[in-house]
């Protein structure tokens, strides 16, 4: 045993209980079907035969006496009753006949219908001496008649008794069966007993002794702050779980690193380029919107000349946004918090949006009931992360719809006391493979857009000290979750 591998006795000596338990099953099974067909064969045979020989030898004594009380009384109602339990005995006759399957039961049956229709024949001519007044004749005759009544009744006691001998056998049988099924299953378990203790051999040997030796070895070498327990599979799995815990930290600490690093080289990579854009694109830039303005209002333009200038005009402040975007993605300006009520700068930020909302046929709702305390925010700040979320969902429901607005306070591990904002729309939603995304720098669902909107929005939240997630989906609107720590109002 010793050169084989720990997994290999294992395998073995499980599959040995499985055999003695496979083979303790169908050897039971196999000796229940036969018990159970030889009950059926009583119940269905013998028990039903027995059952028809009573009521035949009953249907027999019972005829016992109507002539004599017809000869007491001469009353024919007696009569009448005679024939009644001559019927049934001829019906149990017929059905005796059909329950019965051997030789031997067959000649009884032909015996007992031989000896019976003699005797009814005797019986019918005692009958009619007893009609014609011959009493004496009949009373001779009706003695004869008694001689072969009991002689039939011992024939139906003998055809009884064959039936009752028939499930003493079946009975007999089973139980030597039921011996038989004892012994086997009781051999099958001593050998199940065996590789059982083998196995428990083996697991309190080779499983549970290295266990608890890996326990101690565990405790000596790790301070943690887990209760003792006697239970050394409970320690081991909660150590197992807290190094565990403790590579996926390390892990995710090592991916949120290099994420970091990755973020700070765009970073750096786009101060630079907004530094540059700035000095070289903003001042000109500035300048063509001057110009224009001057021109606008000096010139007598028509209509067309008019919507050329609407057009030159806002592709310009879009480029003006975008190197705002540039340039606050690249120069992370700095807090300048304040005790602020977040139900105002909901109010400031829908009032500003209150046209664009309306073009787009939008109704926007701030639905805070609750007071909340007052937070430590950038007002400015957050202000601008709900313009830029109700601009998006503007983007997104082209032909209308809703926004809802609402917060609520809570508490939120590892944050404490929060207070926790929703803006939900009902708009087309957002595809699940993007929802990772769109928190991403650059990444944008718009063909115009800049990518920047969402993860200015997140540095926001997270300077802050708090976080913003999404959830959505398809057909049934985007919801945003910004949640806010109490503690730094």
Known sequence: MDLLSLRVKFRILLIGLVMCILTTFLVTVWHLYHIDRLFSEVVNEDIVALQVAEELQTALVMQKGFVTYYFLQG??????????????????????????????????????????????????????????????????????????????????AKYKNIYKQSITNHFLNVSKQKHRLNIITGT?????????????????????????????????????????????????????????????????????????????????????????????????????????????????????????????????RHIDTILSNFLEFSRRPKLKPQKSDLSEIVTMALQLMQHRLESYGITAKNDIQEKLPLLMVDQDQIKEILVNLLENACDAMNNGGEIIICAKQGVVEPLGHVVVMTVKDNGPGIPEELQNKIFQPFFSAKEEGTGLGLSIAKRIIEDHGGWISVSSKPEEGTTFTITLPCGRA
């Not at 009448?80 to 049934?88: A, G, H, I, P």
């Not at 001829?90 to 000649?107: E, F, I, P, Y």
């Not at 001057?294 to 005009?313: A, G, K, P, T």
């Open 75 to 156: 009353t024919p109602h007696w009569l009448t009753k005679l024939e009644q339990y001559n019927q049934s005995f001829q019906d149990w006759l017929q059905k005796a006949r059909q329950t019965s399957h051997d030789s031997t039961t067959m000649g009884i049956l032909d015996t007992i219908e031989s000896k019976y229709l003699a005797y009814a024949m005797i019986r019918a001519q005692v009958i009619q001496l007893y009609k014609d007044g011959k009493r004496d004749q009949g009373a001779k005759l009706h003695w004869t008649a008694r001689n072969q009544f009991f002689n039939i009744v011992d024939l139906c």
């Open 188 to 316: 099958l378990f001593l050998i199940g007993f065996v590789f059982a203790s083998f196995l428990a051999f083996i697991i309190f040997n080779r499983v549970l002794a290295p266990i608890h030796e890996l326990v101690l070895a565990l405790q000596q070498s790790l301070t943690d702050s887990f209760p003792n327990n006697k239970n050394e599979i409970i320690q081991l799995t909660r150590r197992v779980k807290r190094l565990i815990s403790n590579v996926n930290q390390t892990r995710t600490k090592l991916e949120e690193s290099q994420e970091h690093l990755q973020q700070n080289e765009k970073l750096a990579t786009i101060g630079k380029l907004g530094a540059g854009v700035a000095h070289s694109v903003r001042n000109p830039l500035t300048s063509v919107k001057m110009r224009l303005f001057s021109l606008q209002r000096s010139l007598n333009l028509d209509n067309v000349q008019e919507e050329d200038f609407e057009v030159i005009s806002e592709e310009i």
